[in-house]
């Protein structure tokens, strides 16, 4: 180091110096409350593989292994799951009925635009609705 060199405000000593490619905040932003549901939410939507009674493999949303799981914790005698499966199956219910409705009304619309149109329509009226 040349003894020219002058040490001060915003020349600081070269050996304390960011090296090159060095980050000066090296673990970053600490994660926001948003980030960890993102990865939650993520977390939850990846398919998991759970078994029917009968001893088949099924593919269910992660989502909907946990509820499969917490009922069947509940159903083996612990209250407490079974309460709070019972308190998600109530707060969801509504929604899951919209649904349906919303689909039994666009099925019905299409029947009858297919009726104005001359079109048969009985194959339809009588296929049951299926679920997604």
């Known amino acids: 180091m040349p003894d020219d060199y002058d040490i001060g405000y915003g ?19 600490p994660k926001t409350r ?5 990865d939650a939410a993520a ?7 759970a078994r029917t009674p ?3 493999p099924v593919s ?3 989502l909907e292994a946990a509820y499969l799981a917490l009922c069947r914790k509940g159903l083996k005698g612990d209250v407490p ?25 666009k099925r019905e ?7 104005r149109l001359g079109l048969p329509t009985e ?4 296929r049951p609705l299926e679920d997604d």
């Open 60 to 62: 269910l949303a992660g």
């Open 81 to 105: 799951a079974l309460l709070r499966a019972i308190t998600i199956m109530l707060e969801v219910q509504p929604a899951v009925e919209a649904k349906a409705d919303d689909k039994r009304r």
């Open 54 to 56: 009968d001893g088949r």
């Open 123 to 126: 194959a339809l009226r009588n």
């Open 11 to 29: 020349k600081p000593p070269e050996t304390s110096r960011w090296r090159k490619g060095q980050s000066g905040n090296p673990k970053g932003r």
């Open 34 to 38: 948003a980030d960890h549901l993102r």
């Open 109 to 115: 619309e299409l029947i009858a635009r297919l009726d």
């Open 43 to 49: 977390i939850l939507s990846e398919p998991v593989t």
